[in-house]
C-alpha cells in the first residue's frame, strides 16, 4: 500500500513569488492535512480538507490557502513568499471518519525562501 | 485553547539506561499519539493511545496515556544509540461539522533524544 506522497521534496523560491505544493494521500484516505514545521514554532496546523471541502483552519495569513479535488489529492498554496515561510511542509493522511482514525503523514517539502 | 507541554527538551543518555519523556494537555482528549522524527524526515508513527489506561509496547518504547491526569509517558528501556531522533507527542482537537468530523492535531514542542555510546 502506498503512503503519502508529497511533491516535491525540495523547494527554493525568492520573496514574493508564489508556491504550490502537492500532496496525494494514501488510497481509500479522504481526509488531507496540512502542517508547518519550523525550528522557532514547531509543528502548526494550517488546514484540513475532507470531500474537497476546508473543515478547519489554523491560524495563518490569507497567503496561505489550499484546495483538494475529487480523489482526494490535495494543493497549497503560500503567495507572496518570506522569508518566514521558509519551513518543512507536511502533510497527513487520515481515512476521514470522526473518531479514532490514525494521521499518516508523507516525506514533506522543504520549502526555502531567498 | 489546546496546549501540549512536553519535557524535557533536551535529552542526552548514554546507553543502556531507562528514562522517562513526559507529556502534559490542557484539555481533554480521549486519545495521544506519539511520532518519532529523525533529522530532516517525515514524522513515523509510533504508539496509538486510544482510552485512560492505555498502555502500549515496542521493542524498548513504551507508552502510556492518563486521561484523567492529562499525562502521557514515553519511557525508554535499556537505551540503544538507534533511538536517537526527536520525540512529539499529539493530541487531536475534534470539531465536529455537520455529519462530518474532522480534527487538528496540536502537537508538543517535542524532546531531542541523543543516546551516547
Known amino acids: 500500500k502506498a503512503g503519502v506522497t508529497q511533491t516535491p521534496r525540495y523547494l527554493i523560491k525568492t520573496r514574493g513569488q508564489q508556491v504550490t505544493l502537492s500532496c496525494s494521500p494514501i488510497?481509500?484516505?479522504?481526509?488531507v492535512s496540512w502542517y508547518q514545521q519550523t525550528p522557532g514554532q514547531g509543528l502548526q496546523f494550517l488546514f484540513e480538507?475532507?470531500?474537497?471541502?476546508?473543515?478547519n483552519k489554523g491560524n495563518f495569513p490569507g497567503r496561505f490557502s489550499g484546495r483538494q479535488f475529487s480523489n482526494s489529492r490535495s494543493e497549497m498554496n503560500v503567495s507572496t513568499l518570506e522569508l518566514g515561510d521558509s519551513a518543512l511542509y507536511l502533510c497527513a493522511s487520515r481515512v476521514g471518519s470522526y473518531t479514532n482514525t490514525e494521521a499518516f503523514f508523507g516525506q514533506g517539502t522543504r520549502l526555502t525562501v531567498v | 485553547e489546546l496546549k501540549v507541554e512536553q519535557n524535557p527538551l533536551f535529552l542526552s543518555m548514554q546507553e543502556g539506561k531507562n528514562y522517562t519523556i513526559y507529556c502534559n494537555y490542557s484539555t481533554t482528549s480521549d486519545r495521544l499519539y506519539w511520532y518519532r522524527q529523525d533529522p530532516g524526515k517525515s514524522l513515523e508513527s509510533l504508539f496509538v493511545l486510544l482510552s485512560n489506561g492505555a498502555v502500549k509496547q515496542e521493542g524498548r518504547l513504551m507508552a502510556s496515556l492518563d486521561t484523567k491526569a492529562r499525562l502521557s509517558t514515553l519511557h525508554i528501556t535499556a537505551a540503544v544509540h538507534d533511538l536517537s531522533a526527536t520525540y512529539f507527542c499529539?493530541?487531536?482537537?475534534?470539531?465536529?461539522?455537520?455529519?462530518?468530523?474532522?480534527?487538528?492535531?496540536?502537537f508538543g514542542t517535542g524532546t531531542r533524544l541523543t543516546i551516547i555510546p
Open positions: 499529539a493530541v487531536p482537537n475534534k470539531i465536529k461539522i455537520s455529519n462530518f468530523g474532522n480534527e487538528k492535531l496540536t
Open positions: 480538507y475532507f470531500s474537497e471541502t476546508q473543515r
Open positions: 488510497s481509500g484516505h479522504r481526509s
